[in-house]
């Protein structure tokens, strides 16, 4: 008769559970601690951070201001009637004086730039961003701890998958990230475009917070899209996902990679452009991703041969 397996008690049990709960909460302290290290360190360091996430803003504003520096573009057909209509001929020459005089002593401060609508929001700000810049630079030690929770109630197999997808997670991460960056140039000048249809002279005064708003929203949306490969090797680990189930269904791919289009938060043309060619791109090189991981299975499986 075969050896039944020892089954655990229920005071057992409730010790298990009880221990595992104990290293949660050890973990999730962990990670709270490391979030917080990280805002103090991204609070000590706000004008940096605030100077590089405004500078795709910053160099369309420099633009913008060089571009439109003349107030006095109105008043065409003043000059016109100069000559012949005293009265134009003052109004003329007084336009002519206001924009001698605004070119001798320009104003001290541009004609675009940023603003505050409430006595509490510059901090509000500086504080939102430490705190989320904190997750940011936390997230390694977080994943870590995370890992180091799960890792042990999995085989030595089961391990295997993490040592090939958190550091490909991390890369696609990264390319994500920094072609969101980029684009935020490219968005900035779209958007600034606009102000040319308007009468001048018209000006920009951007509210910070917004603005970090709509730079978290794009640069997540880039990250998010650049982790396809690694839900689809995830989905392939799981058996649930196959190399030939990629290309057959390559349609799939193009729905994706309109939805992606659509969830951009701007409306410019070159930001939906590189989401959908993005999406379309990694969905097709993730079928390489997936064939290394049948690869994987296929040489760790070793199904027992009898005598």
Same mark, same amino acid.
């Given at each position: 008769?075969?050896?039944?397996?020892?089954?655990?008690?229920?005071?057992?049990?409730?010790?298990?559970?009880?221990?595992?709960?104990?290293?949660?909460?050890?973990?999730?302290?962990?990670?709270?601690?490391?979030?917080?290290?990280?805002?103090?360190?991204?609070?000590?360091?706000?004008?940096?951070?605030?100077?590089?996430?405004?500078?795709?803003?910053?160099?369309?504003?420099?633009?913008?201001?060089?571009?439109?520096?003349?107030?006095?573009?109105?008043?065409?057909?003043?000059?016109?009637?100069?000559?012949?209509?005293?009265?134009?001929?003052?109004?003329?020459?007084?336009?002519?004086?206001?924009?001698?005089?605004?070119?001798?002593?320009?104003?001290?401060?541009?004609?675009?730039?940023?603003?505050?609508?409430?006595?509490?929001?510059?901090?509000?700000?500086?504080?939102?961003?430490?705190?989320?810049?904190?997750?940011?630079?936390?997230?390694?030690?977080?994943?870590?701890?995370?890992?180091?929770?799960?890792?042990?109630?999995?085989?030595?197999?089961?391990?295997?998958?993490?040592?090939?997808?958190?550091?490909?997670?991390?890369?696609?991460?990264?390319?994500?990230?920094?072609?969101?960056?980029?684009?935020?140039?490219?968005?900035?000048?779209?958007?600034?475009?606009?102000?040319?249809?308007?009468?001048?002279?018209?000006?920009? @005064?951007?509210?910070?917070?917004?603005?970090? #708003?709509? *730079?978290?929203? =794009?640069?997540?949306?880039? !990250? %998010?899209?650049? @982790?396809?490969?690694?839900?689809?090797?995830? #989905?392939? *680990?799981?058996? =649930?996902?196959?190399?030939? !189930? %990629?290309?057959?269904?390559?349609?799939?791919?193009?729905?994706?990679?309109?939805?992606?289009?659509?969830?951009?938060?701007?409306?410019?043309?070159?930001?939906?452009?590189?989401?959908?060619?993005?999406?379309?791109?990694?969905?097709?090189?993730?079928?390489?991703?997936?064939?290394?991981?049948?690869?994987?299975?296929?040489?760790?499986?070793?199904?027992?041969?009898?005598?």
């Amino acid at each position: 008769m075969a050896d039944e397996k020892p089954q655990l008690t229920n005071d057992e049990k409730r010790m298990a559970l009880t221990e595992h709960l104990g290293e949660l909460r050890t973990r999730l302290m962990r990670s709270i601690a490391y979030i917080i290290v990280g805002a103090i360190l991204a609070y000590q360091i706000f004008p940096y951070i605030y100077t590089f996430l405004y500078k795709p803003l910053n160099v369309e504003i420099e633009r913008w201001n060089k571009e439109h520096g003349k107030i006095v573009n109105a008043g065409i057909e003043v000059i016109k009637h100069a000559d012949h209509d005293p009265v134009a001929k003052i109004e003329y020459d007084q336009l002519v004086d206001a924009h001698n005089k605004l070119i001798d002593n320009p104003p001290s401060r541009a004609s675009s730039g940023i603003t505050f609508r409430d006595f509490f929001a510059p901090f509000m700000t500086h504080f939102s961003m430490s705190l989320i810049f904190g997750l940011i630079l936390a997230t390694p030690w977080v994943a870590w701890e995370m890992f180091q929770f799960v890792v042990p109630a999995l085989t030595k197999e089961e391990r295997k998958p993490f040592r090939l997808l958190i550091p490909t997670s991390a890369v696609l991460l990264t390319m994500g990230v920094t072609l969101g960056y980029n684009t935020m140039f490219y968005a900035m000048h779209w958007f600034l475009s606009y102000m040319d249809e308007y009468p001048q002279p018209a000006i920009l @005064q951007q509210d910070p917070h917004t603005y970090v #708003l709509f *730079f978290m929203k =794009l640069i997540a949306v880039f !990250g %998010i899209v650049f @982790q396809l490969p690694i839900v689809l090797m995830s #989905l392939s *680990f799981l058996g =649930l996902v196959t190399s030939k !189930g %990629i290309i057959k269904g390559w349609r799939w791919g193009i729905i994706l990679s309109a939805v992606g289009a659509i969830c951009v938060p701007s409306n410019d043309y070159i930001t939906m452009a590189l989401i959908s060619s993005s999406i379309l791109f990694l969905y097709f090189i993730s079928f390489f991703f997936v064939r290394y991981v049948e690869y994987i299975k296929k040489r760790h499986k070793k199904p027992a041969e009898p005598k």
